[in-house]
């Protein structure tokens, strides 16, 4: 069993930064497969990003190039940094781990990007 905590979240103007955190109660050395998943009202919760323990990483389309997802198996941290926010990207921000058999989530952080 893992918890998950995230926090950055915040209000960004258009074309602004954010940095967002996903601390583990526990060491996510062994947690092959992290990521962020995203919710906007009215819409399904999305992938945004997904990181294996060994760094591998896939992104959505939509925010490829300005979105770049990270790992410290040290720290037992999950990052997100944010760059060039787009209206479009205002959603509450999940972190994910998956261990087999079980999906855990974050309780959220809330992104405004105002236009």
């Known amino acids: 069993q893992v918890q998950l905590v995230e926090s950055g979240g915040g209000l960004v103007q258009a074309g602004g930064s954010l940095r967002l955190s996903c601390a583990a109660s526990?060491?996510?050395?062994?947690?092959?497969?992290m990521g962020w998943y995203r919710q906007a009202p009215g819409k399904e919760r999305d992938m945004v990003a997904i990181?294996?323990?060994?760094?591998?990483?896939n992104y959505a389309d939509s925010v490829k190039g300005r979105f770049t997802i990270s790992r410290d198996n040290v720290k037992n941290t999950l990052y997100l940094q944010m760059n060039s926010l787009k209206y479009e990207d205002t959603a509450v921000y999940y972190c994910?781990?998956?261990?087999?058999?079980?999906?855990?989530w974050g309780q959220g952080t809330q992104v405004t990007v105002s236009a």
């Open positions: 526990r060491s996510i050395s062994n947690i092959n497969l």
């Open positions: 994910n781990a998956k261990i087999p058999g079980h999906n855990y």
């Open positions: 990181i294996t323990y060994g760094g591998s990483t």
